[in-house]
């Protein structure tokens, strides 16, 4: 497959101002007449032919300004037709068969209904099209088909016209007002039923709200519905962003290769982030939801209204529209907690991405099949370079470089550096340097240490930005950094001041200090930056307990687990050494059990251990069955040490742990923190209280954290609960989802011999992307069953690629970058890795998307 490079990018020799389309719909066979007026591009360079993208197509007819011709021609999977004049009507038809999608890309079949998913490159499915989002258009759909198996039909925008075909059968006509690329095109018909509301806007226009799910499910859309009408009021109030259509639709479907898209007016939804109700979805379900749903509903204005030029541009609207979820979360629930989990994802998930084979910068520089770069890096990362931005400008004069950017680029296909340049202006930023961060990969390295003499403290920074594939060379990144430097005697510090690392290395003095103080540093991690500071395990004790920033209270409890697994999974401590650690994390932990000032779900925060995931990156090489030893050896000491505390924290917060609110979230989440901890402790306590928990469960997150423990452990009520949960929910596919991902996430020595038993459960099946995670992704980040010495977990991932490839390219690829991780792993399982990806790089028919990351990842 061609390498495709953003520097090579052109516009497109040909406009397409409207599109009409014309579906006769059927499971197995959907008809698409389609209608595009085309018009030379005075801004591109001419030329005679139109490429109109296909995959998988024949042309049952083409006609050019009403006639039937046949010299049109096939490159590839692409329609070639010469076009002579200035503007042409084009018209083609296609047949494709939707119940034969297994990809889930273009149109296809789940459950009894047609839904569609384009981005980024399906629509090419459906019909010829110059598939690409810098071509905009406006659409006009029609669609007939059958009434009793399609009672709903669903386009974007307003249902301008609707009627009896006769026969059973019935049409609805869609016009969306506003242009649009392909992408962003969507139809939905089936046999579905609405929870409807309202919104009016702030200049007053009411919009009619509806979310569309099968019969049955009706009574779990409330959260969904609360969440997309505070969106709505969110975005006018936060960014002055506004609605702009009398309607908005959300579908929820099954069958779902991402969580949710965007789609103008019609939103699609994974089901995972549309159903919930306290019964079936934990308090972690319902705050994805909102953020996803949050998400969606922003990409109207910073994704649909402004869209991308090209692909390369993804983090245009994906890093900037994760930065809007996550402040809109923060808003609706606490700040600091939002704000650490999100962390917490960035490091376990895109920090290996950065230090691994298949690093890219945020805005990449080439890829062959670009489903595979909707990645943490184009997200995650993505929305901390705004965030980093919007750090230094502080937040109103953030507001006026977006207020400019909407404005300026407002219908546009626009590109990062027009992003960046608006925000700079408007703002008023130099973000010359600041550019660094859109083109150079990598976690940039920061060495901090302070120095004290006289009455002056001195802050050493440095910063080392590692080698990438294909940029072996790095320019030093401007590195914001928010500080706060503590008398160690009053707790206290005089403000926090914002420090910003320009050069490779710098100095910074504050004078005014009798004593040493205590340096709290990347507060609210203003920076995607890998820590490595000189500091002593008392003054971590000391900012785990005092900092006010509750960011840096986290981080200073995760650094000192970090620094001390560290060095007893290297093996350079000795038993006073071990004695000392442990020590110190006690103190630090038991201030945190105890603290009244603390509200539960910051408790639950900091209660927290670094995941395997983030030890690892911390070594250069690591070797996952001694982090695994060393982490819940650890756990197991502090059960022991703390029991008394733990035991009284989970008593307590079970008997606050019923509605809501903050409070009893909080107490939620510190009752399942709680028994974590117990559980690496004494068994069969811990089976006891687990099994009582889950008895008692009013709620699925007091279930679910009960029945988590219980998996990881060799005791009789294992199986009972197991067998208990799978026959209560039975049916109830997103519970079941549960129940196969907690098996395959569990602590339990044999969890690799419960995932294979499992692959042959009736319930499992290749086709369903959520059944397909809830099993191997959460066997793939399930460290100990995983990197099972022999090799075997390789293996079963390897098996899965090659038997989900042929079925469902895009969700197979994604299960390739826990392999490619080989190269940080110890040599033997790293070789054991290695020979799995050679097997699969050697199949036939390796699928574009398996290819790509396959070679990535061996190259
Ligand atoms: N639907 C995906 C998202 O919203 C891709 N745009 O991130
Ligand atoms: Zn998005």
């Not at 509200?599 to 982090?627: C, H, K, N, T, W």
């Not at 690629?801 to 299960?815: C, E, G, K, V």
């Not at 970058?817 to 790089?841: D, S, V, Y």
Request: hydrophobic share 40%; aromatic share 8%; charged share 25%.
């Amino acid at each position: 497959p061609p390498l495709i490079r953003r520097e090579d990018y052109t516009p497109f020799p040909w406009l397409v101002p409207e599109i009409a389309l014309d579906f006769d719909l059927g499971l197995d066979r959907t008809r698409i007449r389609s209608a595009l007026t085309v018009q030379r591009n005075s801004a591109a360079v001419p030329n005679d032919m139109i490429r109109l993208n296909g995959d998988g197509l024949t042309p049952v007819e083409v006609k050019v300004d009403g006639e039937a011709i046949n010299d049109w021609s096939m490159d590839d999977a692409d329609l070639m037709l010469p076009l002579r004049g200035d503007s042409h009507l084009v018209e083609v038809i296609t047949e494709i068969d939707p119940s034969a999608n297994s990809q889930l890309m273009g149109l296809y079949a789940s459950n009894g209904m047609l839904c569609t998913q384009c981005e980024a490159e399906g629509f090419r499915r459906i019909t010829f099209f110059p598939d690409r989002p810098d071509v905009l258009s406006t659409y006009r759909v029609r669609m007939e088909g059958p009434k009793d198996q399609f009672p709903v039909l669903l386009s974007n925008g307003n249902c301008v016209a609707e009627g009896e075909a006769g026969n059973g059968r019935h049409w609805a006509e869609w016009h969306d007002p506003w242009r649009k690329p392909s992408y962003l095109f969507a139809l939905v018909a089936g046999d579905l039923v609405a929870n409807r509301d309202s919104f009016t806007t702030r200049s007053g226009r009411k919009v009619d709200l509806a979310i569309w799910v099968r019969e049955g499910d009706l009574e779990r859309t409330g959260h969904a519905m609360e969440s997309l009408k505070n969106s709505m009021k969110w975005d006018e109030e936060t960014f002055g962003r506004e609605y702009d259509l009398d309607l908005f639709n959300i579908v929820a479907v099954s069958d779902f290769n991402m969580g949710a898209m965007e789609n103008k007016g019609l939103n699609i939804f994974n089901t995972k982030y549309v159903l919930a109700d306290t019964e079936t979805a934990t308090d972690g379900d319902y705050d994805a939801i909102e953020g996803v749903i949050g998400h969606e509903y922003f990409h109207n204005w910073s994704g649909n209204r402004i869209t991308c030029r090209d692909w390369f541009q993804l983090s245009l609207k994906e890093g900037f529209t994760v930065l809007r979820d996550q402040l809109f979360s923060a808003d609706m629930g606490s700040e600091p907690v939002k704000r650490i989990e999100d962390v917490r994802i960035l490091r376990s998930v895109q920090f290996p991405e950065d230090s691994g084979p298949l690093a890219h910068p945020i805005r990449p520089d080439s890829y062959r099949e670009i489903s595979n770069f909707y990645t943490a890096t184009v997200y995650n990362k993505g929305a901390e370079v705004i965030r980093m931005m919007r750090t230094m400008a502080g937040p109103e004069a953030f507001r006026k470089g977006t207020d400019l950017y909407f404005d300026r680029h407002d219908g546009e296909a626009a590109t990062c550096e027009d992003f960046v340049s608006s925000i700079e202006e408007g703002a008023g930023l130099d973000l010359g340097q600041f550019r660094l961060w859109y083109s150079q990969a990598g976690t940039p390295k920061l060495s901090v240490r302070l120095d004290h003499a006289g009455e002056t403290a001195t802050l050493h920074l440095s910063q080392q930005v590692p080698a990438t594939p294909g940029q072996a060379e790095k320019k030093p990144m401007p590195i914001p950094l928010r500080i706060a430097l503590f008398d160690p005697e009053t707790g206290r510090h005089d403000g926090e001041k914002l420090v910003v690392l320009t050069e490779a290395e710098a100095n910074f003095s504050f004078d005014g200090f009798a004593r040493k103080p205590i340096l709290s540093i990347n507060r609210g991690f203003s920076a995607p930056v890998s820590i490595d500071r000189r500091i002593d395990s008392e003054d971590l004790v000391f900012l785990a307990a005092n900092d006010d920033d509750p960011f840096a209270r986290y981080e200073a409890m995760q650094d000192l687990v970090v620094g001390h697994l560290r060095e007893a999974i290297s093996g350079s401590l000795d038993q006073a050494g071990i004695s000392a650690g442990r020590a110190a994390i006690r103190k630090a932990l038991s201030a945190i059990l105890q603290d009244d000032a603390l509200d539960d779900l910051m408790r639950g925060e900091l209660m927290i251990m670094p995941s395997q995931s983030y030890l690892a990156e911390q070594m250069l090489v690591a070797d996952p069955a001694a982090i695994h030893r060393e982490r819940e050896g650890l756990k197991a000491w502090l059960a022991g040490e703390l029991g008394s505390e733990l035991l009284a924290l989970h008593d307590r917060a079970g008997s606050v742990s019923a509605g809501s609110d903050a409070a009893a979230r909080g107490a939620r989440k510190v009752r399942g923190q709680a028994l974590a901890y117990l559980a690496a402790g004494d068994a069969d306590r811990a089976a006891r209280l687990a099994s009582a928990q889950y008895d008692a469960a009013a709620n699925m997150t007091e279930r679910q954290s009960a029945l988590v423990a219980l998996a990881g452990l060799e005791v009789p009520q294992r199986a009972e609960r197991l067998k208990d949960f799978y026959d209560r929910y039975r049916g109830n596919a997103l519970v079941i989802d549960k129940w196969f991902a907690i098996q395959a996430q569990s602590l339990h020595p044999d969890a690799l011999q419960h995932v294979k038993a499992l692959a042959d459960h009736p319930d499992f099946t290749l086709r369903n992307p959520n059944r397909v995670r809830s099993l191997y992704m959460a066997f793939a980040v399930n460290p100990h069953a995983f990197h099972a010495a022999d090799g075997e977990g390789y293996r079963m991932i390897a098996d899965l690629i090659l038997a989900l490839d042929p079925i469902n390219p895009q969700t197979a690829a994604r299960f390739v970058p826990p392999l490619g991780r080989w190269r940080r792993i110890e040599p033997g399982r790293a070789e054991l890795m290695r020979a799995q990806l050679e097997r699969i790089a050697a199949a036939p028919n390796l699928s574009r998307d398996t290819h790509e990351q396959v070679s990535r990842s061996l190259g």
